[in-house]
């Protein structure tokens, strides 16, 4: 049995990859490790319960003792999902990012360096490049973050990186572009504009709405991590983008017209400070290895407004409380 160990496995993307892991590798004991913040969901685990082969453990990653318990037993692989995610929380407060995703993120690599693990798997992001304007980022490039959250993940990045250059860790580090997908919390752009529409509300949409980013649906970046760690190089940075370029206005319109709500529900406030124009990735390397998205964005779009729209018993719980405060100072309405 290979021993593994999930953290922010609760969440949207570590979710999807608990799952993933358990159905693709019958030889995996799998441990998550969650703090369950305002955006773990135990909910998304769930189905997993009474499985053998997982055990939930809730701990912060930022705390030695509880990576420890939930380690105790041994472990071979640690993947790193376990981060504070939403960008515009990080202009609100950034202590919370320094905290688990530098911090925490150091806290794995003491134990892994520790423990001696097989691998250790960084999930990084495609923001940890800044925006680019023309062209696609390359692993290589300068890494230029513009907000705290970007910024605390691109110094998580490169640590998880320097404990291979240092001590030989066996690291591997993927900066996927945004994902989208079923269990997303309703902060990020595509889950709130879905449940917001199914509930007739207005879709705040920042700026111009010519933003762009590429779109990756959840499960084509649950299938990349595996082949980075099973084929890849340790000590590399692999980019793992959807191909699915858009402008968040296109997004917004098909989201209403699918619904079949007016485009009046679309509303402009006031942009996003530091708000990255576009991000686009140069997936070449990863894609020598065998990788490429599967799912169309148009079908995963679909796909993921009819999760929304049939498991309203999991996203209307969540709009309530902590988040109604956070959506009103947020967006002032
Ligand atoms: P999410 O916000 O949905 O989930 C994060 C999870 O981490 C939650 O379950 C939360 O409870 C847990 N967590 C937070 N702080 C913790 C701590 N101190 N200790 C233990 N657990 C803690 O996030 P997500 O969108 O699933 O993102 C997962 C990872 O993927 C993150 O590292 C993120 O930076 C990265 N990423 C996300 C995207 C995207 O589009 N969502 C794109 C590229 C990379
Ligand atoms: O209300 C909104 N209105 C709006 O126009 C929100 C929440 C977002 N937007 C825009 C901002 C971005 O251009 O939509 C785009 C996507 O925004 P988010 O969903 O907040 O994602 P982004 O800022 O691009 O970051 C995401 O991708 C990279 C994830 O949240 C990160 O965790 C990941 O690393």
């Known amino acids: 049995m290979t021993r593994v160990l999930i953290t922010g496995g609760a969440g949207f993307i570590g979710s999807h990859y608990a799952h993933h892991a358990l159905q693709a590798h019958p030889g995996w004991q799998v441990t998550v490790l969650d703090k369950l913040t305002y955006a773990g969901n135990p909910a998304n685990l769930q189905d997993l319960e009474g499985n053998p082969r997982y055990r939930f453990v809730r701990g912060d990653i930022a705390s030695r003792q509880d990576v420890e318990r939930a380690i105790a037993g041994g472990v071979d692989i640690i993947f790193n999902f376990a981060a504070e995610t939403h960008v515009d929380r990080s202009i609100g407060d950034p202590e919370g990012f320094i ?37 696609r980022s390359l692993e290589t490039d300068a890494l230029m973050p513009t907000n705290p959250y ?68 959840v499960t084509d970046h649950c299938e990349a991590i595996d082949v980075m760690l099973e084929r890849g190089t ?37 942009d996003r400070p530091g708000h990255d124009r576009r991000y686009a990735l140069d997936c070449s390397r990863i894609g020598t290895l065998g990788w490429r998205p599967r799912v169309p964005f148009e079908k995963g779009l679909e796909e993921t407004i009819a999760w929304y729209a049939a498991n309203r018993a999991w996203w209307e719980p969540i709009k309530t409380g902590e988040y109604l405060e956070y959506y009103r100072k947020q967006y002032r309405i």
Request: aromatic letters at 12%; zero cysteines; hydrophobic letters at 35%.
């Open 99 to 135: 905290r688990t995703d530098v911090y925490g993120t150091y806290t794995l690599l003491e134990a892994a360096r520790a423990r001696g693990v097989e691998a250790f798997v960084q999930i990084s992001t495609d923001e940890v490049y800044g925006s680019i304007a023309r062209g």
């Open 150 to 217: 970007s910024a605390s993940k691109a110094a998580a990045d490169r640590l998880a990186y320097s404990y291979f250059a240092t001590y030989n860790l066996p690291v591997f580090i993927s900066r996927a572009s945004n994902n989208y997908g079923p269990n997303q919390y309703p902060e990020k752009v595509i889950p709130l504009f879905v449940t917001n529409a199914l509930e007739d509300k207005p879709l705040p949409l920042y700026g111009d709405g010519q933003n762009v980013r590429d779109w990756l649906y």
């Open 234 to 270: 340790p000590g590399e940075v692999y980019n793992i983008g959807g191909g699915n370029e858009r402008r968040n206005l296109e997004i917004t319109e098909q989201i209403l017209d699918r619904l079949g709500k007016p485009r009046t529900l679309l509303r402009y406030v006031q």
